[in-house]
């Protein structure tokens, strides 16, 4: 069983339509307002399989290749759009591999005017 660490952008409600997998959140694991090169560290010490997480930055602001553990961005972190993406999202997490850093495609929230 994939263990997947949920970054505080991914939306909690993902966590009921994962049943397949270990999933801690920043919130259970009790590490909110962590930094990100701080986070990833933490991630890779409890052996984490996956990190999921909505920052697009993330790729220019941290070195994810080469890390024990797969980062997945999602492009959108607004339920009702990510919730038609679900396959999507298990998909991606399926073929992870550890180094390895993928945007998943699930679309794009612009506000209403």
Same mark, same amino acid.
């Given at each position: 069983m994939k263990k997947i660490f949920f970054d505080e952008d991914v939306?909690? +409600?993902?966590?009921? =339509?994962l049943p397949q997998y270990d999933i801690q959140t920043v919130v259970t694991m009790q590490w909110g307002g962590i930094k990100n090169g701080a986070l990833l560290q933490l991630i890779e010490q409890h052996r984490f399989d996956v990190f999921l997480t909505g920052d697009k930055n993330m790729?220019?602001?941290q070195q994810l290749?080469?890390?024990?553990f797969a980062v997945l961005i999602m492009s959108a972190i607004n339920w009702p759009l990510v +919730?038609? $993406?679900?396959a +999507?999202?298990? %998909? %991606?997490?399926?073929? %992870?591999?550890?180094?390895? =850093? $993928?945007?998943?495609?699930?679309?794009? =929230?612009?506000? +209403?005017?």
């Amino acid at each position: 069983m994939k263990k997947i660490f949920f970054d505080e952008d991914v939306p909690r +409600k993902l966590v009921r =339509f994962l049943p397949q997998y270990d999933i801690q959140t920043v919130v259970t694991m009790q590490w909110g307002g962590i930094k990100n090169g701080a986070l990833l560290q933490l991630i890779e010490q409890h052996r984490f399989d996956v990190f999921l997480t909505g920052d697009k930055n993330m790729p220019n602001q941290q070195q994810l290749v080469g890390r024990p553990f797969a980062v997945l961005i999602m492009s959108a972190i607004n339920w009702p759009l990510v +919730k038609p $993406h679900l396959a +999507k999202i298990v %998909a %991606a997490i399926d073929v %992870a591999m550890p180094g390895s =850093f $993928h945007t998943i495609e699930c679309g794009t =929230f612009t506000r +209403k005017r």
